[in-house]
């Protein structure tokens, strides 16, 4: 099953095995409910939530993330934090948050 819908300020993602490129203005939360899937988002996000195992997330830039599962990647240009990286918050193994070169 693929399910991709926004409800105001969440864009969500539901199934497995979706590639799917988002334009996004800073606002909104990326949720992600599922496995191997691949997103783009296209833009700046408030924040990815991940509950499920080898997902890709692309975003431009980024405030925080939170992953709940295993073998996910979270790959980001910039954040909006001082310190220059998104605020993490990880439950699973072998998840990778890094900044893209």
Do not use: C, H, W
């Amino acid at each position: 099953m693929i399910i991709i819908f926004k409800e105001g300020k969440i864009v969500k993602v539901e199934g497995t095995k979706i590639e799917k490129s988002i334009a996004v203005s800073g606002t909104e939360t990326l949720q992600i409910e599922g496995s191997n899937n691949i997103i783009y988002a296209k833009g700046g996000l408030r924040a990815v939530v991940i509950n499920g195992a080898n997902n890709e997330v692309y975003v431009d830039k980024i405030n925080s993330v939170k992953i709940d599962g295993g073998n996910n990647l979270v790959q980001y240009q910039l954040s909006a934090n001082k310190a220059g990286k998104p605020l993490v918050i990880l439950k699973g193994t072998n998840n990778d948050i890094s900044k893209a070169r």
